[in-house]
């Protein structure tokens, strides 16, 4: 079992900065790949980075230059935000594609993220 928890979202103004963190516990061991998704009111779910391990890093088109995924180790990764927009404005969830599984199978609660003026 692995637990992941979200921290660091809030309110910003247009153009600042959020750091969002996630931290995970119990057998992070077992984690191939740490992603983070957002969903904003009435859209789905989207990617918005994913590290693998050893592999290469994804951006979606919408992040890429203002966006960074770091994972210092096997239990955190966060994700840099800068020059945000209103339309970054939705809920944040960190997630991790577990040893055996195709798909990312560990999720977060979820932190939100606001941006507005």
């Known amino acids: 079992q692995v637990q992941l928890v979200e921290s660091g979202g809030g309110l910003v103004q247009p153009g600042g900065s959020l750091r969002l963190f996630c931290v995970a516990s119990?057998?992070?061991?077992?984690?191939?790949?740490m992603a983070w998704y957002r969903q904003a009111p009435g859209k789905e779910r989207e990617l918005v980075a994913a590290i693998p391990g050893g592999g290469t890093i994804n951006y979606a088109d919408s992040v890429k230059g203002r966006f960074t995924i770091s994972r210092p180790n096997a239990a955190t990764v966060s994700l840099q935000m800068n020059s945000l927009k209103s339309e970054d404005t939705a809920v944040y969830y960190c997630?991790?594609?577990?040893?055996?599984?195709?798909?990312?199978?560990?999720w977060g609660q979820g932190t939100q993220v606001t941006v507005f003026p």
């Open positions: 119990g057998r992070f061991s077992s984690i191939n790949a």
């Open positions: 997630s991790a594609r577990l040893a055996g599984s195709p798909t990312y199978n560990c």
